[in-house]
């Protein structure tokens, strides 16, 4: 598959058989190193991967005709149904490879060593390759990084599958790796908006408080895209609240208007002045 970046939609599959919906809008569409994270609409959903993940790539293309779906999984889901599924759906995938014997013997093949090798100083390389799995009924693309701790003799070696086929192989794994960036989104919706909180034994019951902390999610995203610095967007929600919300405060009532007078001991009143013109200035 070969199509133009355009929005994108990446569904990250998990060890625990879940599956988290990331939704982000891109705004640039002319680079991979654009697309996450992105300015734009976070949504997370669970749900059993087995019998929901064929519908909900349809549901997502039903929903966003102009998006494309990226499918991004460990090396657990590395499995031929998974990539048949997204094939079938005009879906693309990047999904790690466990390694194993055949695996090994091919990255050591790329692998070169020589007098001037500096043995003191890391090395990293990366390259592609079409390979075929004894379960795989037809060859993919695969890309490989290969890297040597400095003062080691010996290269370690990542696989990753995909259908991602006019990507360098660094860009393919510095897509893939963005992972990790999710799972801090997906932290951040648990711990500081409890997206996980689920007391309820009824589904709705637990739907509804699970939708307001996705609406609380992409409010306070939006703040720290529009409203704060690029020094202070990286602040996670517990530290807004101290520093923008919970400040002591005093309601005057006068004959024409309501002040509220902050404290003057309040030290980040900088940032909260800050934060109010930019809000102000947005049209």
């Not at 599956?19 to 997370?44: A, E, Q, R």
């Not at 997502?60 to 499995?79: C, K």
């Not at 094939?87 to 093949?109: C, G, H, S």
């Not at 895209?225 to 006068?254: E, M, N, P």
Request: proline share 3%; with cysteine; charged share 20%.
């Amino acid at each position: 598959m070969t199509k133009p970046w355009r929005n994108i939609t990446t569904i990250w599959l998990d060890k625990k058989n879940c599956v988290f919906v990331f939704i982000s809008v891109n705004l640039t569409g002319d680079s991979t190193k654009h697309i996450l994270p992105g300015m734009g609409l976070f949504f997370y959903f669970v749900l059993h991967f087995n019998c929901k993940f064929a519908p909900l790539l349809k549901h997502y293309q039903t929903q966003l005709p102009t998006t494309d779906i990226l499918v991004r999984g460990d090396s657990g889901f590395a499995t031929p149904e998974v990539y048949d599924v997204c094939e079938a759906n005009d879906v693309f995938y990047i999904i790690r490879l466990k390694r194993n014997r055949k695996l090994q013997n091919l990255a050591e093949k790329f692998v070169k060593i020589s007098d001037q090798t500096q043995w003191q100083e890391e090395e990293t390389h990366y390259y592609s390759e079409i390979y075929q799995s004894a379960s795989w009924p037809k060859p993919r693309q695969i890309y490989i990084k290969s890297t040597r701790v400095a003062g080691e003799l010996i290269f370690s070696h990542e696989f990753i599958v995909t259908n991602l086929t006019n990507l360098t192989a660094e860009t393919a794994f510095e897509l893939y790796h963005k992972r990790n960036q999710m799972e801090n989104y997906i932290k951040e919706a648990k711990t500081g908006f409890f997206f996980d909180k689920t007391d309820s034994s009824t589904f709705n019951a637990n739907a509804a408080p699970m939708m307001v902390s996705v609406l609380a999610y992409n409010i306070v995203n939006f703040l720290k895209q529009l409203a704060l610095t690029k020094h202070d967007s990286g602040l996670c929600v517990s530290t807004l609240r101290i520093r923008l919300f919970k400040v002591a405060a005093r309601v005057v009532h006068t004959g024409r208007r309501i002040q509220l007078r902050l404290s003057s001991y309040h030290v980040y009143h900088r940032l909260s002045y800050q934060a109010l013109q930019r809000i102000q200035a947005i049209e």
